[in-house]
């Protein structure tokens, strides 16, 4: 059984920092992809950044580039989201995800198969 789990939440004012983890075990061969989504409360979740986990290309929505950096750490098992240059409008709940299947849309929550259980950020203006 697959589990994802996100940590590194937190509150912060805008303009500032916070890197986001998440853990993964569970499987028995690696996962095509792995992403970062979140959602704001009475909005669909969306994409924010997603990487192939096989060669390393990475993937953003238009709104955090150059803001976020999304990595892995594949001795570690873990995935990372350092979100630099935070603003308000980025409160959101941001939820771990990974996907076994080629090709996929990599910011669409349709193509991922097992998720966490979200880390709340929220930024102060």
């Known amino acids: 059984q697959v589990q994802l789990v996100e940590s590194g939440g937190g509150s912060v004012q805008a303009g500032g920092s916070l890197r986001l983890s998440c853990a993964a075990s569970g499987y028995t061969y690696p996962h095509s992809h792995m992403g970062w989504f979140r959602q704001a409360p009475g909005k669909e979740r969306e994409g924010v950044a997603a990487?192939?986990?096989?060669?390393?290309?990475?993937y953003y929505v238009d709104s955090v580039k150059g803001r976020f950096t999304i990595s892995q750490d594949n001795a570690k098992n873990t995935l990372y989201l350092q979100m630099n240059g935070l603003k308000p409008e980025d409160t959101a709940m941001y939820y771990c995800?990974?996907?076994?299947?080629?090709?996929?849309?990599?910011?669409?929550?349709?193509?991922?198969?097992?998720w966490g259980q979200g880390t709340q950020v929220t930024v102060s203006s």
């Open positions: 990487i192939y986990t096989g060669g390393g290309s990475t």
């Open positions: 995800a990974a996907s076994y299947r080629t090709p996929i849309q990599t910011l669409d929550v349709r193509g991922y198969d097992y």
